[in-house]
């Protein structure tokens, strides 16, 4: 029997409708649009309002994915949403998301791989389905990161927003698919990107909530240098393995967290800059979300078209990383 892939059949995305310009943030950091353009790349950042959840985004780019996807929610047997921002401890927002889009037949569960997340569930994804224990998966990336940002904090409150991206994936026996996908973890590089606070180790209280210690924490400078090292290797790893070199590619999408690194893995891979999608300038880093949301623009603008052969890979905190390569 043929070998049976996993493919993208459907993608979705949604952010709030609240804005923070770099303009809004020179009035509440000490900071400017020079030195955030020059450093992230990042002129604005989508920002959910009060009474605005991880799950209202996630579903919403759920149910685009869905249609575009022409089946019905009930068809899917399996839901992964990458976050790590969830609507509430227990239970998982995978399940949340599952009651709100009536797929009852669904498994559903979250997966914490920080910014990789949306890559690790599409790897995840790809093995049930070639391994026909599901026949449709709908892989989320979903975050809110604003309620964890210090806005005291330049180093970190310029960099991130919130939204959701959603991808249907569908069993094919064709040549189109999944071709190759690796994902990594090294957790001695944990503090580099982290939150402390909130968890059994640092239990939330009124000490921790008032020294900000739920906020998030980050060493740009050391986390750049692994990222780009990390991107390009994996990078490198899933072409291999699929039998082809980086010219060989249409489209290069990045996890949006720095155009620095963006840039810088590109060089390294030797990707033309027309191959390789940017889109933080619009949306800063939203964590799981940015691939999905950039693959649902692309696709959208017709800048994916049948055939094409895509990499994503992305870089996040744990650390993590990983990369996978479709045939659309």
């Not at 310009?21 to 955030?36: F, G, R």
């Not at 927002?93 to 990789?116: K, M, N, P, W, Y």
């Not at 991130?160 to 973890?185: H, N």
């Not at 400078?221 to 590619?249: C, H, Q, W």
Request: with cysteine; charged share 20%; aromatic share 8%.
């Amino acid at each position: 029997m043929p070998n049976t892939n996993a493919y993208i059949l459907g993608t979705g995305r949604s952010y709030p409708e609240g804005v923070i310009t770099n303009a809004d943030l020179e009035k509440m950091v000490e900071t400017s649009d020079e030195w955030i353009t020059t450093r992230t790349g990042i002129k604005q950042r989508h920002k959910a309002a009060g009474g605005e959840y991880t799950s209202l985004f996630a579903v919403r780019a759920a149910r685009q994915a869905i249609e575009k996807a022409r089946i019905d929610a009930s068809d899917i047997d399996l839901i992964i949403c990458a976050t790590v921002t969830p609507d509430q401890i227990l239970p998982a927002t995978g399940c949340l998301i599952q009651a709100e889009l009536g797929a009852h037949r669904a498994a559903a569960f979250d997966l914490v791989a920080a910014c990789s997340g949306f890559l690790y569930g599409l790897t995840l994804a790809n093995q049930m389905i070639r391994s026909d224990q599901s026949r449709y998966a709908l892989v989320i990336g979903a975050e809110i990161l604003t309620q964890y940002v210090d806005y005291t904090d330049r180093g970190t409150c310029v960099i991130f927003g919130d939204g959701a991206g959603a991808a249907v994936l569908g069993q094919t026996t064709g040549e189109r698919g999944i071709l190759s996908s690796r994902i990594r973890s090294d957790g001695r590089f944990a503090e580099q990107l982290f939150s402390p606070g909130g968890g059994t180790r640092l239990p939330a209280t009124a000490e921790t909530l008032s020294d900000g210690m739920h906020f998030f924490k980050m060493r740009g400078n050391e986390l750049f240098k692994v990222a780009v090292r990390s991107m390009t290797e994996v990078s490198t790893e899933v072409l291999s393995e699929a039998g082809y070199k980086p010219e060989d590619i249409k489209l290069f999408v990045p996890h949006q967290a720095n155009q620095r690194i963006t840039d810088a893995v590109a060089d390294r891979l030797g990707v033309e800059e027309s191959k390789v999608y940017s889109n933080i300038a619009m949306h800063g880093n939203t964590s799981s979300a940015s691939i999905p949301i950039a693959l649902d623009e692309c696709v959208e603008a017709g800048t994916i078209k049948e055939g094409d052969l895509v990499l994503m890979a992305s870089f996040g905190g744990g650390a993590t990383w990983g990369a996978v390569l479709t045939r659309w």
